[in-house]
Structure formats: C-alpha cells, structure tokens
C-alpha cells in the first residue's frame, strides 16, 4: 500500500501532510525544519510516496529558487521512490481561508502540505 507525504517547502519552515492509498485522505502532519526531520518522517511513518509543492508565478512559470531547487537535488538523492511535483500556487492562501483558531487548527504550513497532497490525491480519481 502506498504512503504519501505532502511537501510545502518553505526556507524557514516545512508543512507536512499524510495521506494512504486506502483512503486517499490528506491530514495535517507537522511542521519541519530540515531535511533530518523529513528524513525521519518518511522512515518512521513508512513512505515510500512524496507530493511536493511546486513554486510557480502567477503566469505560470517556473519559480527558480536556488534554496527550493537545492532543496530538491538533496531529498531525490536520498530516496529511492517517486516525487510527484504539484503546482502549489495559492496553497498557502487557501490554508489561511480554513476555519479555525490558531489554538484549534494545524499550522498554515501543515494545512498548505495537506491542500498539496489532496490536490494529487483526487486528480488520482
């Protein structure tokens, strides 16, 4: 059975987000701030699926961000399953538009990573 992670790659911070074959449900995960922690993440909760936010402008075009794209080069070296690369323009906005207060919802990172990955999960349908 597939495992998915979903990515929102930020310099700072990192969403997460999980999701199963069987139910093809994205949760809010945690939030993250290096590529350690992804590390752990995908050994511990037995990945062997990544969806990862893809930046892009507003027109379309590709976001060439030297960090993002470094990013990118380091985590395909060290797994050895597909990366699915979403366009994950607006994410965060649509994250903020979630109901909840800051003591009752997930963070915006976490949130933005679950829209990601949902947005793969049912154009898998």
Same mark, same amino acid.
């Given at each position: @059975?597939?495992? #998915?992670?979903?990515?929102?790659? &930020?310099?700072?911070? /990192? ?7 069987? !139910? ?5 995960? +945690?939030?993250?701030s290096n590529m350690a922690?992804?590390? $752990? ?6 990945? %062997? @699926?990544?969806v990862i936010g893809s930046?892009? +402008?507003? %027109? ?7 960090k993002y794209l470094d990013?990118? !080069? *380091? ?13 994950? *323009?607006?994410?965060?906005? $649509? $994250?903020?538009?979630?109901? &909840?207060?800051? +003591?009752?919802?997930?963070? *915006?990172?976490?949130?933005? $990573?679950? /829209? /990601?990955?949902?947005? #793969? ?5």
């Open positions: @059975m597939k495992k #998915y992670l979903g990515i929102d790659w &930020g310099e700072k911070r /990192i969403g997460l987000a999980l999701a199963e074959e069987e !139910t093809k449900i994205a949760t809010p995960f +945690k939030t993250v922690e992804i590390l $752990a993440v995908i050994q511990e909760e037995e990945i %062997n @699926m990544i930046p892009k +402008k507003m %027109n379309g075009e590709k976001a060439n961000n030297p990013f990118i !080069t *380091r985590l395909e070296k060290r797994v050895d399953f597909s990366i699915i690369f979403l366009d994950e *323009r607006l994410s965060s906005l $649509a $994250a903020d538009a979630l109901i &909840g207060t800051k +003591k009752t919802k997930a963070g *915006r990172d976490e949130i933005a $990573a679950t /829209i /990601i990955l949902q947005g #793969y999960l049912d154009e898998q349908s």
